[in-house]
C-alpha cells in the first residue's frame, strides 16, 4: 500500500513537471495557435473548411528582431480580450502610402502599421492605426495543419511601404 | 562515487524545478519589481533614497478586474522595451477632464487614461494619450522595501 502511494506521487509530480515545463515554454518560447477568420487569406484559411494551426515562436521578443513581413500575434489595441494575426507592413519611422488618404502616414516610434493578406475582409491598422509594438506577443513562422499545407511562413511579394531618404 | 553523482543529479533537478515554477509564477501570477524615478511620489520613491520594491499581481489580467486608483505597470507604447508604473484614472467609456487641454477627453473602449502621481514630473496619458490595456502587465498591491513603508498601496493618490 505504501509502495502504491509513493508511486502514484511519483507519477503525479512528474505530470506535474512536464506540465509546468509546458506552460513555461508556451508563454515563452513557442506555442501554437489555430487562426480564426479569413482576414490573411489565402495565407491562412483559404477556404471555408476547419481552421489553420501555426507555430508561434517568441524568441522575437526578446529583442524584438520583426521585419517587413513578418506575421505577428498581437492583442487587440481596442478590445484587450482579443488576439488578432496581421502582417507587419511597417515599422517605426517609415512613411506609408495610403491609397484611401491619398497621403503618406508616419509610423511613430515603437508601433508598427499591420495589415491583413485579404485586404477586403480585414480589420486592422487601416481602421484603429499603427498599433504599440508592446501589443506583439510572438510571430507566426509555421502552418502545421492541415498536413498538406504544411510549411514555413515567408514574405509576400509586394511591399507597400516607401522610405524616404 | 556513483552516490555522489546522482546526489548532485538530484539537487540539480531541484532547483531546476525551483527555477522553473519560480518562473512561471513570476510570469503569470506575481513579481516584485522596483520603482524608477520620482512620478509616483509620494507614493513610491518620495525621496532621493534607494528605490521602493513593490508586490506585482498579474490576477487582475485574467478578466481585467482593473477600477479607477489602481496601480499598474504597462509597456511603453513608444518604447516596448519599457515599462512604466502609473495609476489609473480614467476607463473605457470615461470622459476625462484634461487641464491642460481645457476640454473633455473621451477614453475609447480598450483603453484606460493613466498619470502619476506627482503631476509635475510624470510622463504619462497626458502626453501618450490613452494606452491601450493590452499593454497593462499587472497590478501593484503592496510597497514591501524599505521596512518602514512596507504596507498596502491605496486606491487613492
Not at 513557442?30 to 508561434?56: E, I, K, Q
Not at 488576439?83 to 497621403?103: E, F, Q, S
Request: aromatic share 8%.
Amino acid at each position: 500500500m505504501g509502495g502504491t502511494r509513493a508511486f502514484l506521487r511519483d507519477i503525479a509530480k512528474k505530470y506535474f513537471a512536464v506540465g509546468i515545463v509546458g506552460v513555461t515554454v508556451s508563454d515563452r518560447y513557442a506555442s501554437v495557435v489555430s487562426v480564426r477568420g479569413s482576414s490573411m487569406s489565402p495565407t491562412f484559411n483559404p477556404g471555408t473548411n476547419a481552421n489553420d494551426y501555426v507555430l508561434v515562436e517568441k524568441f522575437c521578443l526578446q529583442n524584438y528582431r520583426l521585419s517587413h513581413g513578418d506575421v505577428v500575434i498581437f492583442c487587440s489595441p481596442i478590445n484587450h480580450k482579443e488576439n488578432h494575426i496581421k502582417r507587419i507592413v511597417a515599422l517605426p519611422g517609415d512613411w506609408m502610402g495610403n491609397d484611401a488618404l491619398d497621403d503618406l502616414l508616419y509610423v511613430p516610434e515603437g508601433h508598427c502599421w499591420v495589415e491583413g493578406d485579404n485586404s477586403a475582409s480585414s480589420l486592422d491598422s487601416r481602421s484603429f492605426g499603427p498599433i504599440p509594438m508592446g501589443l506583439i506577443s510572438g510571430r507566426v513562422t509555421h502552418i502545421i495543419w492541415p498536413p498538406h499545407r504544411i510549411g514555413r511562413v515567408g514574405r509576400p511579394d509586394n511591399h507597400r511601404e516607401l522610405r524616404l531618404p
